[in-house]
């Protein structure tokens, strides 16, 4: 599958369902994750909104959307300081933000923008620890090959995540010897929208 086809959420899946999931050490290894997720994601829909022409409902927003791109550039990577998160709750509540938010198939935006986003209090509250479905949800880019073992009613299975981009796709060739299956994946949500990598396709 090309990138952010779902291709590392299936196998983080299998972990769940068959490798008893993910540790709470595991788990806190995607705060930093998550939380670079939520700032490219704002990131990304302020951005948007000038490309696309849209204002912010509030005029005073403008002021947050700059503060934000100097947080941004700020701050540490895979951190959420107070300033960072009441700045993007201001934006989040937008009517302007919400309507380019609508508009997510016209420019490239983490399909869990919303999921994380909503919940900015539970995920930047102090001594959050990442739950499930917030791994499960999380986008990093996979690079090179990753191999994931379980078992199914004593069947073993190897399961092998590869990088979807196009630089990536020639070191698929190294996971085909002796391959019994191979699942092709396509994301539901990204039917209407650009190739991350081309957005000319």
Known sequence: GAGESGKSTIVKQMKIIHQDGYTAEECMEFKSIIYGNI???????????????????ESSRADDGRQ????????????MPPELVDCIKKLWKDGGV??????????QLNDSAAYYLNQLDRITAPGYLPNEQDVLRSRVKTTGIIETKFSVKDLNFRMFDVGGQRSERKKWIHCFEGVTCIIFCGALSAYDMVLVEDDEV
């Open 68 to 79: 934000l791109f100097n947080l941004a550039d700020s701050i540490e990577e895979g951190t």
């Open 39 to 57: 700032l490219q994601s704002i990131l990304a829909i302020i951005r948007a909104m000038s490309t696309l022409g849209i204002d912010y409902a």
């Open 98 to 107: 919400q309507a380019c938010f609508d508009r997510a198939a016209e420019y």
